[in-house]
């Protein structure tokens, strides 16, 4: 699969030829340089007063807006709502309301204990609700909400992965160029016990956000009032939230050591992920 772009994915939502052009004419002036320096400081206020986000990103797909729709509909969980979303020249237009909250990193480590195992229950009932999203009828392959590929600039070599039909090809794909179905003679030893691990993987594919960083995770107070940046999200192996949420940004250390108090702690499975990043890579 080309990693150019999402070619397998739904239609664009609410994006009338009156609205795209309103919403490209805004974009244009809150990302000039003459417009920001000599006309208006500030110039997302413009769209940020009316309680709205533009979310542009440098890819065609248009996962993030449908997993938004699909988590809205599915559970409970605080998201943007979707009001628009469209491709034009190979990029990602999404307008989407803006929550009101601030990134849990702010002041996390100032915040008492009882303060951070308010907010990390609210998180850990959020897990539970992802993790309990029935699978489409038929079964789930590792793929986007859409049943296209997986977007993730931290796998290596390439921004989009997939679809693929089971879990052992995706895993397939992960430890490429070795052959899963190896024998594990010439490999380290490590090595051999990742292939082994993928050869018997067999428990369930789960939706997964897949980005549980505190940069993605809004408060106020003590509430989570929005978990947000779901272009990553899709349906995935049961451990790679964990491990995802486990490996945080660098400059989000702090994190790493409430991870297990929200996601159910997969110990062997972080493992043979750190034995994955270490030899085949990751950002």
């Known amino acids: 699969m080309s990693d150019a772009g999402d070619t397998k994915q739904s239609a664009s939502v609410n994006a009338g030829a009156f609205k795209r052009a309103l919403i ?26 009316f309680g709205l986000y533009i979310k542009v990103k440098p890819y065609a797909s248009l996962g993030e807006a449908h997993a938004l729709k ?11 709502r979707v009001s628009c979303t469209f491709i034009y020249r190979g ?5 989407m309301t803006r ?9 996390w480590v100032q915040r008492s204990e ?67 179905e190896a024998d594990g003679g010439g490999h380290f030893a490590d090595v051999n016990e990742l292939l082994d691990f993928y050869r018997h993987w ?24 929005g978990v947000i940046d779901w272009e990553t999200a899709g349906w995935l192996p049961s451990y790679w939230e964990y491990s995802s949420a486990w490996h945080v940004n660098p400059q989000n250390q702090f994190w ?18 750190q034995i994955r990043r270490k030899y085949f890579g990751d950002f």
């Open 24 to 49: 490209l004419t805004t974009v244009w002036i809150t990302t000039n340089r003459y417009f920001r320096r000599y006309i208006c400081k500030s110039p997302q206020s413009l769209v940020s007063k």
């Open 70 to 80: 699909f988590i809205h509909r599915q559970t409970s969980i605080p998201v943007p």
């Open 91 to 95: 990029k990602t237009y999404i307008v």
């Open 99 to 107: 929550i009101d909250g601030n990134m849990a990193c702010m002041g």
């Open 114 to 180: 009882a303060s951070k195992k308010q907010i990390l229950d609210q998180l850990k009932d959020i897990v539970c609700q992802l993790r309990g999203i029935p699978s489409p009828s038929g079964g789930a392959g590792v793929s986007n909400v859409d049943g296209g590929p997986i977007w993730d600039c931290r796998l290596p070599s390439k921004e989009f992965w997939g679809p693929f039909a089971a879990a052992k090809d995706f895993h397939r794909e992960l430890v490429q160029p070795l052959s899963l």
């Open 202 to 225: 067999d428990d369930s594919l789960v939706f997964t956000h897949e980005d549980l960083s505190s940069l993605n995770v809004l408060v106020r107070d003590d509430d989570v009032v």
């Open 256 to 273: 790493q050591q409430d991870v297990d108090k929200f996601v159910e702690p997969m110990p062997h499975e972080l493992r043979m992920d």
